[in-house]
């Protein structure tokens, strides 16, 4: 009789540490359930995620919400100034405390009026005074980590996580080096962002595959390699991120939007941060866009945007800037990623090859190493 014994893993090939000789991940890790667990407790849940801008909680009481797959999180400001983080979940049965935005003066839970203070000690509650051994400091909020970097606001589950600083070393630096005027970019609330928000059909390291190379860029971007010189595209690694740069190719009348030879931001740059986020900039006004995939199950992504601008920058580049990222880049990268998740369900694929030459070819528009180094990580830590 026929046997299905095999582990899978027993018939695949190895990842290698050496991007020149590695295959990609095999097709399972962008369907299987089980792959996404393991991803949700190795990774999500002790990664340091992005979840909001200082600027959005100016005041006691102003908070944000969030969500690291099925958990979900707030970010406060107490009277003492301090963002604290906690999980969105109330102490007594369970039901959640805060949605979306805005500010209170006490977090009062909408099932029994459980309140709790700013730093998430237990205020009151109706009814417990004669209960017996019911101490309210056992039913404070439960603490997540908070941490910031130039303003913004990043989460981790793991209470033991190194700080954000040692998780990424030298990113702060590269940011505020490269960005430029990174202190004076402001929210923007009312326009769209660079990047398609919403859900793509694929599981969500296709997407963070997609962003991590440029390899595609000549085949399926045409309007980008009219404004960017792709062949020029090179990327560094690091423990926690990589920094990519690309320079504009000079035509100021090209087919994604018009720019200027006076324009503040000249390169591209593109920073992501392991495991879900990238910190983008790319040529025109001073900008910078955030771009964060998440898992929403195994085959379905979220995607979520923020943009950044001066305040007083309400030029045509701008508009003509995010509409080509969102509506033209956006899209031909949404058809792309929807494919390769058809293609991860084909009997015909198994396990395909990463590209990179080791001299970081030009002609491949610097490869795939980026995509390599987010595979190996998964595969390491799953
Ligand atoms: S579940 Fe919150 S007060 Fe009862
Ligand atoms: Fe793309």
């Excluded at 890790?29 to 909001?52: C, H, M, V």
């Excluded at 100016?58 to 604290?84: H, K």
């Excluded at 950044?308 to 990623?337: I, P, T, Y």
Aim: hydrophobic fraction near 35%; charged fraction near 25%; glycine fraction near 8%.
């Amino acid at each position: 009789m026929a046997t299905t014994s095999t582990k899978p893993r027993e018939q695949e090939h190895a990842i290698s540490d050496d991007p020149t000789r590695s295959r990609t991940l095999p097709r399972r890790y962008y369907n299987d359930p089980e792959i996404l667990e393991a991803e949700l407790e190795n990774i999500f849940y002790k990664s340091w995620l992005y979840i909001g801008h200082e600027s959005q909680l100016t005041e006691a009481g102003s908070y944000i919400t969030g969500q690291i797959y099925d958990q979900n999180v707030f970010l406060i400001r107490g009277r003492d100034e301090v963002i604290r983080g906690f999980y969105n979940v109330c102490k007594h049965r369970g039901h959640k405390l805060l949605e979306g935005t805005g500010k209170k003066p006490v977090i009062t839970c909408p099932y029994h009026a459980w309140a709790y203070r700013l730093d998430g000690s237990l205020k009151s509650a109706y009814g417990t005074d004669t209960l017996p051994d019911f101490d309210p400091t056992d039913y404070g909020l439960t603490p997540i980590r908070v941490d910031s970097m130039l303003g913004f606001l990043f989460v981790n589950l793991d209470m033991d996580a190194p700080t954000f600083c040692e998780y990424a070393p030298g990113l702060e630096e590269e940011i505020r080096a490269d960005v430029v005027q990174i202190e004076d970019l402001v929210l923007v609330e009312d326009s769209e962002g660079l990047a398609l928000p919403g859900k793509v059909a694929c599981n969500w390291k296709v997407l963070v595959e997609n962003f991590q190379e440029c390899y595609h860029c000549k085949p399926a971007h045409k309007d980008l390699c009219t404004l960017f010189d792709v062949a020029n595209y090179g990327t560094t690694c690091y423990v926690n991120f990589t920094s990519a740069t690309v320079p504009h190719t000079g035509k100021w009348d090209n087919d994604a939007y018009p720019i200027t030879p006076d324009m503040a931001q000249q390169n591209g740059r593109f920073w992501f941060i392991w495991p879900n986020l990238s910190f983008t900039t790319i040529p025109g006004t001073p900008n910078i866009s955030i771009y964060r995939v998440d898992p929403a199950g195994p085959e379905v992504t979220e995607n979520w945007t923020q943009t950044f601008r001066l305040a007083d920058d309400h030029s045509d580049m701008n508009e003509q800037r995010n509409h080509w990222g969102a509506h033209v880049a956006g899209v031909e990268d949404k058809e792309l990623c929807e494919s390769v998740q058809e293609g991860m369900r084909q009997r015909g694929f198994s396990q395909g090859r990463v590209v990179h030459s080791p001299d970081n070819d030009p002609v491949q528009a610097g490869g795939e190493i980026g995509v390599h180094w987010h595979n190996w990580k998964i595969y390491d830590a799953v």
